[in-house]
C-alpha cells in the first residue's frame, strides 16, 4: 500500500536542518491506523537522541530499528509489511523533508519462514492422511484391535488419544500469514505451540512403542508354545524306524 498511514506501512518523514554546525532532525514516525503519527519531533535533536527515541517507543519495538551510520539515520524495517518512507528526494537516499516518498521492503526472512512453516504443516497433514495399512489409519485415529486367543477374551485396542487424528488441526498448529511473525512475542507463542505439539507426538509415539512391545511379547510367547506343542506331538507319533526296527527284530528271536 502506499497510503502512508494504512497498518500495513509506516509514515517516516524526516528533515535534516543544520543548526551549529550539526546535523540536527525533526521527524514523525507512524504505524497507526488512524494517521496519528506515533512520535513527533518538534524540536531539533542530533541524529543520536532521535534513534534511541526510535528504539524506545512501544509502538515502534518490532516494527523499525533505528541507528546511526556515520551521522547518517539509518532505519531498518523489521516486519514483513512494506515500510513507506515520506520527505525522501527523487534518488530514494537523501531525506529531504519534501513530499517524496520511498519504501523499504518488509523483512522477507520471515516472510520465507512463514511459507515453509506453511508447507510443513500440510506435509504433516498429507502424512498422517496417506499412513493407512490393510484399511486402518493409526494417525487417523482408527481403532485396531488384536486378539490373542481364539476365543476373543484377550484382546489389545491400539488408538490415539480420545481417536483424535494426528494433524495440525488437533496439534495446535494453524496456517501463519507473514504478519504473524512481526513480533517476538507472536514468534514466542508459535514456538511454544510447535514444542506442545512435539511433546503430543512424542507422548503418542511412546504410547504406539508400549502397544507394539506388548505385541511383540505375546507373538514370541505365542512361537514357543508352538514350538512346545509341535516338539511333544512329534515326541508321540513320531518314531525312530531303526530303532523300533531293531526292537522288532530282537522280538521275533525271542520267539
Known amino acids: 500500500s502506499d497510503d502512508p498511514y494504512s497498518t500495513s506501512t509506516a509514515a517516516v518523514a524526516v528533515t535534516n536542518v543544520a543548526a551549529s554546525g550539526a546535523p540536527v532532525l525533526t521527524a514523525s514516525f507512524g504505524f497507526d491506523g488512524g494517521g496519528t503519527p506515533s512520535v513527533i519531533n518538534t524540536a531539533q535533536k542530533s541524529v543520536d537522541t532521535l534513534v534511541d527515541e526510535i528504539n524506545t517507543t512501544a509502538s515502534l519495538i518490532d516494527k523499525i530499528r533505528?541507528?546511526?551510520?556515520n551521522g547518517k539515520l539509518r532505519i531498518e524495517n523489521?516486519?514483513?509489511q512494506e515500510l513507506t518512507v515520506t520527505g525522501v528526494a527523487t534518488n530514494g537516499i537523501t531525506v529531504n523533508g519534501?513530499?517524496?516518498t520511498a519504501a523499504i521492503g518488509g523483512n522477507e526472512v520471515r516472510t520465507d519462514l512463514a511459507t515453509q512453516f506453511n508447507l510443513l504443516r500440510d506435509q504433516l497433514?498429507?502424512?498422517a492422511d496417506d499412513s493407512s495399512f490393510n484399511g486402518v489409519n493409526l494417525l487417523r485415529g482408527d481403532n485396531l484391535k488384536i486378539n490373542f486367543n481364539e476365543t476373543g477374551t484377550s484382546t489389545l485396542?491400539?488408538?490415539?488419544?480420545?481417536g483424535k487424528a494426528i494433524n495440525s488441526y488437533n496439534l495446535g498448529l494453524s496456517s501463519l500469514d507473514p504478519a504473524d511473525l512481526d513480533s517476538d512475542d507472536n514468534i514466542d507463542a508459535i514456538i511454544a505451540d510447535?514444542?506442545?505439539a512435539l511433546?503430543?507426538?512424542r507422548s503418542q509415539s511412546s504410547a504406539f512403542g508400549s502397544n507394539l512391545s506388548m505385541v511383540e511379547n505375546r507373538?514370541?510367547?505365542t512361537k514357543a508354545m508352538k514350538n512346545t506343542l509341535e516338539t511333544g506331538a512329534d515326541n508321540l507319533v513320531l518314531a525312530d524306524t531303526n530303532e523300533e526296527g531293531a526292537n522288532l527284530l530282537a522280538l521275533q528271536t525271542r520267539q
Open 125 to 127: 497433514d498429507k502424512l
Open 78 to 80: 523489521q516486519s514483513t
Open 199 to 201: 511433546d503430543a507426538i
Open 98 to 100: 519534501g513530499t517524496g
Open 157 to 162: 485396542n491400539i488408538q490415539t488419544k480420545d
Open 66 to 69: 533505528a541507528s546511526n551510520d
Open 194 to 196: 510447535v514444542s506442545a
Open 219 to 221: 507373538q514370541d510367547f
